[in-house]
């Protein structure tokens, strides 16, 4: 049923400061937009969304992140028009851990965070796991990320947490709108 590249996820966003970018599925094994994207990380941001201090983006990291299939694995992009063409700012993505679980991941480029655009990518991964039958979601994220933990609450409501060696295993529905 999902074989195919999955148009209907395609969108865009206007932010607060009338930037409009574009949403986008990632393509199977498409390297290129998470090398950029993981270029213009912080080692910082690196550290946070990674667990590691990674200064080089491991082959591996880089199979497992393009590997989509559009079913089980799925990954968006955001992307910015430049005068050189599309610039990648922000990778949400999703990865089945059984039927009905997903791992979610976020990251959003250091020049391009607090403006909305991880709220609207994990909205959206969100949706789209559940259109593939996945209602419950866990993120891993570093206890002293107060900001990722935040924007999951935001869009999630948390139905358990632990905490192990710093990391916080977060168990989460999708915020469904008032």
Known sequence: MWSGYPGELEDCIVLANHR???IRPLRPCEEGPVRELYGHLSPRTRYLRFLSPMPVLPDSVLRL???VDYRRRLSLL???ETAEGAEV???????AIDDNRAE???????DW???????????RVMRAAE???????VAHVLWENTVIRKLLNRVG??????????VCEMLFVRRRPA
């Open 131 to 137: 259109a593939r039958g996945f209602d419950w979601f």
């Open 65 to 67: 992140l393009t590997a």
């Open 113 to 123: 965070q607090r403006q909305g655009i991880g709220t609207a990518l994990a909205s």
């Open 89 to 95: 700012v922000a990778l949400g993505s999703f990865g």
């Open 157 to 166: 409501d948390i139905v358990s947490t632990k905490t192990r060696d710093g």
């Open 78 to 80: 955001a992307e910015v």
């Open 104 to 110: 979610v991941g976020l990251v959003v480029r250091d």
């Open 20 to 22: 409009r970018l574009r």
